[in-house]
C-alpha cells in the first residue's frame, strides 16, 4: 500500500524560511519512472504545482518559483524534501506530497503565513 | 506559459442529470490533460489522464474527450457523491511542468 505523509510547521513568519519533509512507504525512489513532489492549494485556489524529483535525481520545478524551491530526496529514509524561501502571507495553503506517475496524494499540510 | 481556462465557473443541476465541463488550453497539450475531482477537506483525487482513460476505481459515469486545446469532461447521471469541484491539468510542457486550471465547482440545484 503506498502512502506519502507532510511534516512541517503549522505556522511561519514572513521573509522565514519553510522546510517541509514527505515520508512516504509502500515504494522506492530508486525504481526507474518514480517521481515524488510537491503541490499546494491557497485556501479557495486552485491547486498549484511546485516541484518534482525523480528517481534518477533529475528535478524540476516551477518557473514562477524556481528561484524560492529546493526539493532534495533521501532514498535511505525514504523521505522528500521541500525547501522554500522568504515566505509571505501569499504562501499560506495546503501543502500536498505526490507521487505523481501514479497519482498518489497525501493528506495534505496547512502552512499559514502570518507574522 | 500555457493557461487553462475552465467553463462554466458553477455547474448547477440536480442528481440524475448530465454535467459537461470544458476545459481550454492556451496552446497544444496534445492528449496530455487530465481530469480531477475535488471534495472539500481532501487531495485531490485523479479521475481521467490522457485526454480521455479513467484512472482505477473511476466509475464509468465519467468520462474525458478532446485533444489540442479544447477537452470535455462529461458527468452521466449525476450521483449525489459528484457534486464537487473539478480541475483539469496539463502535462504536456517543460516548463511550466503540471499547470492547473481555475477550476468548475459542481453544485446541487
Known amino acids: 500500500q503506498i502512502t506519502l505523509k507532510e511534516s512541517g510547521p503549522t505556522l511561519v513568519k514572513p521573509t522565514q524560511t519553510l522546510t517541509l519533509t514527505c515520508t512516504f512507504s509502500?515504494?522506492?525512489?530508486?525504481?526507474?519512472?518514480?517521481?515524488v513532489g510537491w503541490i499546494r492549494q491557497p485556501p479557495g485556489k486552485a491547486p498549484e504545482w511546485l516541484a518534482l524529483?525523480?528517481?534518477?535525481?533529475?528535478?524540476r520545478y516551477s518557473p514562477s518559483l524556481q528561484s524560492r524551491l529546493t526539493i532534495t530526496k533521501d532514498t535511505s529514509n525514504n523521505q522528500v524534501v521541500l525547501i522554500m524561501t522568504n515566505m509571505d502571507p501569499v504562501d499560506t495553503g495546503t501543502y500536498y506530497c505526490?507521487?505523481?506517475?501514479?497519482?498518489?496524494w497525501g493528506q495534505g499540510t496547512l502552512v499559514t503565513v502570518s507574522s | 506559459e500555457i493557461v487553462l481556462t475552465q467553463s462554466p465557473a458553477t455547474l448547477s443541476l440536480s442528481p440524475g442529470e448530465t454535467a459537461t465541463l470544458s476545459c481550454r488550453a492556451s496552446?497544444?497539450?496534445?492528449?496530455?490533460l487530465a481530469w480531477y475531482q475535488q471534495k472539500p477537506g481532501l487531495a485531490p483525487r485523479l479521475l481521467i489522464y490522457?485526454?480521455?482513460n479513467r484512472a482505477t476505481g473511476i466509475p464509468a459515469r465519467f468520462s474525458g474527450s478532446g485533444s489540442g486545446t479544447d477537452f470535455t469532461l462529461t458527468i452521466s447521471s449525476l450521483e449525489p457523491e459528484d457534486f464537487a469541484v473539478y480541475y483539469c491539468?496539463?502535462?504536456?510542457?517543460?516548463?511550466?511542468?503540471?499547470?492547473f486550471g481555475p477550476g468548475t465547482k459542481v453544485d446541487i440545484k
Open positions: 505526490w507521487r505523481s506517475d501514479l497519482d498518489h
Open positions: 509502500g515504494f522506492s525512489l530508486r525504481t526507474s519512472g518514480v517521481g
Open positions: 524529483i525523480f528517481w534518477d535525481d533529475d528535478k
Open positions: 496552446q497544444s497539450v496534445s492528449i496530455y
Open positions: 490522457d485526454a480521455s
Open positions: 491539468q496539463q502535462r504536456s510542457h517543460w516548463p511550466p511542468g503540471f499547470t
